[in-house]
């Protein structure tokens, strides 16, 4: 029944249709008014499963229409945010700290503010700096953990390359190096109203290329340490809360006249007025109705003194699978995890593990983020990993760490093949616990655990890295900007030269110029991998390779613009193809020779291969992939329509002009490129005088603008092109704001 309908709408249906009002199905499943209304306006769009459970049956729904509704819910849960980097919600229960947030207000009230926010572990760093960042205005809040206890804490140029990316979504490459990429940084950051909290730090190199020049941008550090080392800073030490704070923090969550304030605070003194212990405490006596407020005083008196009791006390409770869920949730690679990937590591069944996520969360020692992904306080990471080591022996930690690589590389693996041109039903696999359907899913899975399966693939076999790269090459197109796959293919090239296969070092290389190439716009780099996949090329005599590697050199000579050398190469490459019936590398290779041709000068030669290019993938016989064929048909009729236009051949010109409009008609959404196909004829249109037809094109031009960003509005040849048919169709100054 569902299909790919959102959760949010189909839990609308089923409410109306069963006659409910929302207060209704509130009283009837005991979730809140105000969060049936917010999951059903796509304000909460991934609702935990014991929710999603209650409001089934608050519905009366049972049989498809409940399998219908948990689907959707765990199909949001799955999705990923893109570059967007909002802070995390704020904690329901936060208290105190009135001071020292009235004091980050006027610190933040100047020009330019940095903020460092020191103080132990537990003591609420992250949610103070999360509701200091919620109470000012701003165009952006923006939220970076730099991950400072792991093992491999996040680099500045990682976390540069992740803000870049969520101010400016459509930038193709960041600079690899920290200076370059905070140059870029402060460029883009100039005269916006931004808060930025970069939590978890671990030393001022990690955040100095970050913090502002000027302002007016906030920017708040949390860390263990006081970084001294930064200059121009405030800083702020938050201490354990003070005693009636922390009892009115306990007090808020027992809700229950069972503790005294004499109890409480007895509690609190138990639990070191942190936070963190605070919570799960209290939580714990929530969930234990038949305990009394001494029960749990006592159980807290009789373990390790401060934090560590609070900790002992709701694990040893736990039932047995969210106990050894906990523990081995210690052995996720990265900062977060899906629920598949819990499953495997619990051994249990998805819906089992559901459950015990669940029962994690609502006792405090597993967070939920808001896309539905679950992550440990540093400090209870740390808890569950002695846990684990001790309570597991060594040969069951390692087989659940060889379950985790196994499950996580084939999953890649498939979720990869989703994106191939000859992917069909029957090319599964192993992935059971995903329902990718879509390559759409399939991309989503492979962004939320790209931490993790890259953290697999660094400890893979050779011929494993191979595969797995191998599978994921197609999908890289979809996801350029990430800058894991520098080290994907770095690792597959270096495990290809071990294996001794020189064809496959040459394919694997290739990747590797492509990610300098395309992802980090580096050409002498891209330049120097694309010369060694041509000498493992040539050792292999495999024709077609040699071909790719020729592909590849031409086309880093050509950004360094060496056209020359690059026609050279290129000539070489198209003679490979040919000799090889390469369908993929023929029109690839036509359409980097005829643009070289035209910006040597020679137009009317360029002009001839295009032409050859939009016969070769119309030639059964001769045509790539529909994918490749549609691109490579596109872009060699916008050019030739260029060429045509600027011969003042217009009836050919149009003609081209039309194609390519038809031809990104049939794509589907791709507004900047339908945006530019529009442009180009309807400036053709105006050059012969059909106005009217000009004029319709504008139109639909028009729809798209916001759509398409700011391929519209930066200066350049688009926007010149936009303003010329504006002022011929007599429309120039009717809308100061268009086109900017």
């Avoid at 391929?711 to 048919?725: A, H, K, Y």
Wanted: proline content about 5%; charged content about 30%; some cysteine.
């Amino acid at each position: 029944m569902a299909g790919d309908v959102p959760f949010g709408v189909l839990l609308r249906r089923l409410r109306v249709g069963a006659g409910l009002t929302l207060e209704q199905l509130a009283e009837a499943s005991g979730v809140t008014d105000r969060a049936i209304s917010d999951m059903e306006r796509g304000v909460s769009l991934r609702p935990r499963a014991r929710t999603v459970a209650a409001l089934a049956d608050g519905l009366g729904a049972a049989g498809e229409d409940r399998e219908s509704l948990l689907a959707a819910a765990r199909a949001g849960r799955g999705a990923v945010a893109g570059t967007r980097l909002p802070p995390p919600r704020q904690v329901a229960d936060f208290t105190g700290r009135g001071a020292e947030l009235a004091q980050v207000a006027r610190w933040a009230a100047g020009d330019r503010a940095v903020v460092v926010v020191s103080g132990d572990a537990g003591v609420g760093k992250t949610s103070f700096a999360i509701r200091a960042a919620h109470a000012w205005p701003a165009e952006e809040q923006l939220f970076v953990d730099l991950r400072g206890l792991d093992e491999k804490p996040q680099t500045a140029a990682a976390v540069l390359g992740r803000l870049i990316r969520a101010v400016d979504p459509d930038r193709r490459s960041v600079p690899p190096e920290a200076d370059e990429a905070s140059a870029l940084w402060q460029t883009l950051i100039g005269g916006r109203r931004l808060v930025v909290v970069l939590d978890n730090a671990i030393a001022e190199a990690q955040v100095r290329p970050v913090l502002p020049a000027r302002g007016p941008a906030v920017v708040v550090v949390t860390s263990r340490r006081s970084l001294s080392g930064l200059e121009d800073v405030h800083r702020l030490r938050l201490d354990p809360l003070p005693e009636a704070d922390s009892v009115t923090l306990l007090d808020g969550i027992l809700r229950r006249e069972a503790a005294s304030p004499e109890q409480l605070r007895h509690i609190a003194r138990l639990c070191a007025n942190i936070p963190l212990a605070l919570r799960i405490a209290g939580n714990r006596l929530v969930s234990r109705p038949e305990w009394t407020a001494d029960d749990l005083i006592t159980r807290l008196a009789a373990g390790d003194p401060q934090v560590k009791a609070a900790f002992d006390l709701s694990y040893q409770q736990l039932s047995e699978v969210a106990r050894r869920l906990f523990r081995r949730l210690a052995l996720v690679p990265g900062t977060s995890t899906g629920p598949e990937l819990a499953a495997v590591l619990a051994e249990e069944p998805l819906l089992a593990t559901e459950d015990a996520l669940d029962e994690l969360v609502d006792l405090s020692l597993l967070q939920q983020r808001p896309d539905g992904r679950l992550d440990f306080h540093d400090l209870l990471r740390l808890y569950a990993g002695q846990a684990l080591d001790r309570e597991e022996a060594a040969a069951d930690r390692a087989a659940a760490k060889r379950r985790r690589d196994a499950w996580l590389l084939d999953t890649a693996t498939v979720a990869g093949r989703h994106f191939e041109p000859d992917y069909g039903p029957g090319r599964a696999g192993a992935a059971e616990l995903v329902d990718f359907r879509s390559p759409g899913r399939a991309g989503d899975w492979l962004r939320a655990e790209a931490e993790n399966w890259l953290a697999a693939l660094r400890a893979a076999p050779d011929r494993r890295v191979v595969d797995v790269a191998e599978s994921l090459h197609w999908y890289s197109d979809s996801w350029f900007a990430w800058p894991g796959w520098e080290e994907v293919f770095t690792l597959s090239s270096a495990a290809a030269e071990r294996l001794g296969d020189d064809r496959l070092r040459a394919i694997h290389e290739g990747y590797l110029t492509w990610v300098y190439l395309v992802a980090q716009h580096r050409a002498g780099k891209g330049l120097e991998h694309a010369r060694r996949a041509f000498t493992a090329a040539v050792r292999s005599g495999d024709r077609r390779q040699i071909g790719w590697a020729q592909y590849y050199v031409a086309w880093a000579l050509r950004l360094l613009e060496r056209d020359p050398e690059a026609v050279e190469h290129i000539r070489a490459a198209v003679r490979e193809f040919r000799a090889t019936g390469d369908r993929e590398g023929v029109p690839n290779g036509l359409l980097m020779w005829a643009d070289l041709l035209v910006r040597q000068g020679e137009p009317d030669e360029g002009a001839v291969l295009f032409r050859e290019i939009i016969a070769t993938v119309r030639d059964p016989a001769t045509a790539p992939p529909p994918h490749i064929a549609g691109y490579a048909e596109a872009t060699a009729s916008q050019v030739l329509a260029d060429i045509e236009a600027g011969a003042g051949r217009w009836p050919e010109a149009l003609e081209a002009a039309t194609r390519q409009v038809e031809i990104r008609g049939r794509q589907g959404d791709n507004p900047g490129a339908m945006v530019r196909a529009l442009a180009l004829r309807a400036y053709i249109l105006v050059e012969i005088g059909d106005h009217e037809q000009a004029r319709a094109d504008l139109a639909a031009l028009d729809a798209m603008r916001d759509r398409a960003g700011d391929q519209v509005r930066r200066p350049g040849p688009l926007r010149d092109r936009i303003e010329l048919i504006e002022r011929a169709l007599g429309r120039s100054g009717q809308d100061p704001g268009r086109g900017r």
